[in-house]
Nanobody, 124 residues
Framework: QVQLVESGGGLVQAGGSLRLSCAAS????????MGWFRQAPGKERDFVAA????????YYADSVKGRFTISKDNAKNTVYLQMNSLKPEDTAVYYC?????????????????WGQGTQVTVSS
C-alpha cells in the first residue's frame, strides 16, 4: 500500500512559478514510477509528467515540455513538479500517482495509487 499527499498548489500570476510536492509512504514506494496528472473543470484528467523509479527516465506532455520538471528524491520519499512560466491554461487540480511498474507511463489507468490533488490557479 502506498499513500500519497500533494502540497504546494496555490494562486500565481501568469509567468510565475510553483513547486508541487508529493509525499509518499509505504515500504516499496521507492521502487515505484511516479506521475503527475491534472484535471481542469469539465475536462478529462490529463498526463503532465512521469519519472522512472530510479529517476533516470522522464516523460512530459508536449504542453509543459521545457517549462515543467519532475524529480524524485527517494531519501525524502518525495516527488516534485517544478512549474515555471505558468500559463492560465495550466489551471487545474494536480494529482500525484504511483505505479508498481518501474517504468514511467503516460496512461492514467496504469497507476495504482493516487493522491487527493492540489489546486493550481494561474491568473492572467
Amino acid at each position: 500500500q502506498v499513500q500519497l499527499v500533494e502540497s504546494g498548489g496555490g494562486l500565481v500570476q501568469a509567468g510565475g512559478s510553483l513547486r508541487l510536492s508529493c509525499a509518499a509512504s509505504g515500504r516499496t514506494w521507492s521502487t515505484y514510477a511516479m506521475g503527475w496528472f491534472r484535471q481542469a473543470p469539465g475536462k478529462e484528467r490529463d498526463f503532465v509528467a512521469a519519472i522512472s523509479w530510479v529517476g533516470s527516465t522522464t516523460y512530459y506532455a508536449d504542453s509543459v515540455k521545457g517549462r515543467f520538471t519532475i524529480s524524485k528524491d527517494n531519501a525524502k520519499n518525495t516527488v516534485y513538479l517544478q512549474m515555471n512560466s505558468l500559463k492560465p491554461e495550466d489551471t487545474a487540480v494536480y494529482y500525484c500517482a504511483a505505479t508498481a511498474k518501474r517504468s514511467p507511463s503516460r496512461n492514467y489507468y496504469e497507476y495504482d495509487y493516487w493522491g487527493q490533488g492540489t489546486q493550481v490557479t494561474v491568473s492572467s
